[in-house]
């Protein structure tokens, strides 16, 4: 592979194979280099505690645009791994993820956003919702418990590559210090409900595709769910309680195709 052969785009930034075993992850040119800066101490922080992850090393500007030079991992997604499995391979594989997860949960972190405080921040940015609707989930936000737990904020079997040696989770943009209740219900509504750009461009090509996908995200989000609550003893009424604030700051994100369904979630858990 030659140095500059783009090898990955994602909504924030290009990953770029930069030779000499490493990648850079150059964000776009309106990124600011603060947040560049705060997410490449983040990455060092959480590398020191949970070794699942590639090593940062630095901070570059190229033509202008910041990126992060990580260590490259000469594999696959999890999620890529996936489509060529069968039913038995997709379970373990699933697992894998799972007993992944509640390792990074047994790690605790601080000098980093709070759970809670970012969840609160997202809500309040969204257009989707009323100020009284907002005032409610945040309200309710509030009741919920606080943790310092390590919560990547965005696990998802996309976000997890498998090499020869070992399974790595990348992409830590969102991660908190906070309650893994919360970190758990963000990544089943994700295995559940979650689409990404390759699934957004599967369902438009006919109803087959989009019927196929929701069976295919459905059987693997209980798998998740099932073996998380196994391996930790968890409650799935504890797991629950997230939902309509993950639901309600997802909405931050602008994904059209998601809305819908999440404003509907929403106004049924408030009406509860």
């Known amino acids: 592979m030659e140095k500059g052969a783009v090898i990955g785009k994602g909504r924030e930034a290009e990953v770029i194979y930069w030779g000499n075993n490493r990648v850079l992850k150059l964000f776009y040119k309106e990124f600011p280099s603060n947040i560049v800066n705060y997410r490449f101490k983040v990455d060092i922080l959480i590398e020191k505690i949970f070794t699942n992850c590639p090593k940062a090393f630095e901070v570059i500007k190229d033509n202008g645009r910041f990126g992060i030079l990580y260590e490259y991992i000469e594999e696959v997604t999890l999620?890529?791994?996936l489509g060529r499995m069968k039913n038995t391979g997709v379970r373990k594989a699933t697992r894998l993820a799972v007993e992944l997860q509640t390792e990074m949960h047994k790690y605790e972190i601080e000098d980093i956003k709070s759970?809670?405080?970012t969840l609160k921040w997202e809500i309040e940015?969204?257009?989707l919702l009323t100020n009284d609707q907002k005032n409610e989930i945040i309200n309710y936000l509030e009741k919920l418990p606080d943790g310092n737990t390590i919560c990547h904020g965005d696990f998802h079997l996309g976000n997890i590559i498998a090499s020869k040696k070992k399974l790595y989770v990348i992409d830590w943009a969102n991660a908190t210090?906070?309650?893994?209740y919360g970190d758990v219900a963000r990544s089943f509504y994700l295995m559940k409900y979650g689409l990404g750009a390759s699934d957004e461009?599967?369902?438009k090509k006919s109803f087959i595709h989009k019927f196929l996908l929701k069976i295919g995200k459905s059987f693997i989000s209980k798998i998740y769910i099932k073996h998380y609550l196994k391996l930790t003893?968890?409650?799935l009424k504890e797991v629950k309680k997230w939902d309509l604030v993950i639901f309600a700051a997802r909405l931050r994100e602008g994904i059209p195709?998601?809305?819908?369904n999440l404003l509907k979630m929403i106004s049924k858990l408030l009406k509860h």
Do not use: A, C
Not at 177 to 180: H, I, L, Q, R, T
Not at 257 to 260: A, I, Q, S, V
């Open 177 to 180: 210090s906070g309650n893994p």
């Open 201 to 203: 461009k599967f369902i």
């Open 115 to 117: 759970q809670k405080n």
């Open 79 to 81: 999620s890529e791994f």
């Open 125 to 127: 940015q969204t257009n």
């Open 257 to 260: 195709l998601e809305n819908n």
């Open 233 to 235: 003893g968890f409650s």
